[in-house]
């Protein structure tokens, strides 16, 4: 059995990639050399993994159609359709949406 036997498949933005089994999403992304998957609403400054444990918000995607999940606490899944929203601003976190009373508009603007 090789490591491609194992491997899991997912799309992001409509691109075929595939990652290791136990990956997060976010970890999946930045191995297939994606570093950056959505703008900040105010410049569009490029944002990805920052944290890496779901406290900085940076890493926000849509997964299988549900926006502002972060991709550092999310588990990768075969088939999974992640999005970013780098492409298209249809899947930009909105605030109001965010749980856990952070928002990451300000988080960012700080930086």
Do not use: H
Not at 30 to 36: E, I, K, R, S
Not at 41 to 70: A, H, M, Y
Not at 80 to 97: K, N, Q, T, W, Y
């Amino acid at each position: 059995m090789s490591a491609l036997d194992d491997a899991v498949r997912f799309t992001f933005d409509g691109r075929d990639l595939t990652a290791a089994p136990g990956q997060t999403v976010g970890a999946a992304l930045v191995t297939n050399g994606v570093t950056a998957w959505r703008g900040t609403r105010k410049e569009g400054r490029p944002r990805g993994l920052f944290c890496g444990i779901g406290v900085c918000f940076d890493c926000l995607v849509t997964v299988d159609g549900v926006s502002n999940q972060r991709a550092c606490l999310v588990d990768l899944c075969d088939g999974m359709e992640v999005r970013g929203s780098l492409a298209d601003d249809a899947g930009a976190p909105d605030s109001s949406d965010v749980s856990a009373g952070a928002d990451p508009d300000s988080a960012e603007e700080t930086r």
